[in-house]
Structure formats: C-alpha cells, structure tokens
C-alpha cells in the first residue's frame, strides 16, 4: 500500500472521530468508535481496505455484561445500505473513497458521518426501542411470576 494511503487513512480516522465526538462516541482502537447508552455500548466499524483507498462501516451494539469474548458486528453496513432506485442504478449509497488530495480527507469524513446520521443512528434508536421493550417484558414477567408464588404458597397453607 502507498504511504499516502495509510498517512490519509489516519487522518480520515481522526477527523471522523472529531465529527463524532457530539454524539458521544469516543476512539477506543483505531478503527472503533464507542458510546455507551444505558448498558449497552453502541459502536462504529471502520473497516479499511487494502487494495484501495476505501473505507466500509459497520454498525453494531453490545450489552456491557456480555459474556463473548469478541464483539459481533451484528449491524448494517455501508456496503449493503442501496440506493431507493437501486434496482435501476445497482450502485451503492455511501462511497467512503479518498485521494491523495488533501480536501479528499474531510470529503470522506463528512461522508462516513452522513451515513452514520442517516443510517446508523436510526438503526441505534431502534434496537434501544428493541431493548427497552425487552426490559419491559422481563420486569413484568418477573411481577407476574411473583404474583403466581404468592398465588402458590397461599394454596399451599
């Protein structure tokens, strides 16, 4: 790979990291960007690619107490995100490419950012909806089966 490559990779990382920061994430390894809502940490993949300047984003959440040893991308990407008139232009929406040209690096940043606001924020917004029904659901189960004990143990005596 070019050194422009990898020097402008870096700095694409880093600008993208500066345009996130409002929304709460924070760098943690060179390529992942978390925040941590509630208990679920909520993160950005920027998957670089090696035989060109191109980047790929995933988006992904994990609960804090997990038990797995590594963190499943278990989001959309950028890749598979199409175009509404995909079917007349197979073209994909987000193209994170860049050049040797210096104004190349916030072009590709603020593009990755268009597509976490467009996309990514909206699928984190919908699996804490996800998880907060969850949470809902097992408070009133565990009412539910308290309520059946009391019922049990008065059958019981």
Known sequence: ?????????????????????????????????????????????????????????????????SQKESVALNGPDSDYIKNWFYLLVPKRKYSFRYSKEFESIDTCAYAMLKCFLREGEKWFLGNRKINSCHDAIKASDVTINLLRLDKIKEEIK
């Open 1 to 65: 790979m070019e050194d422009w490559v990898q020097k402008n990779n870096e700095y694409i990382l880093e600008r993208f990291g500066e345009l996130l920061s409002p929304y709460g994430f924070c760098r943690t390894k060179k390529t992942f960007f978390v925040r941590v809502v509630g208990d679920i940490a909520e993160f950005i993949h920027i998957h670089k690619f090696t035989f060109g300047p191109y980047f790929r984003l995933h988006f992904g959440n994990r609960e804090l107490m």
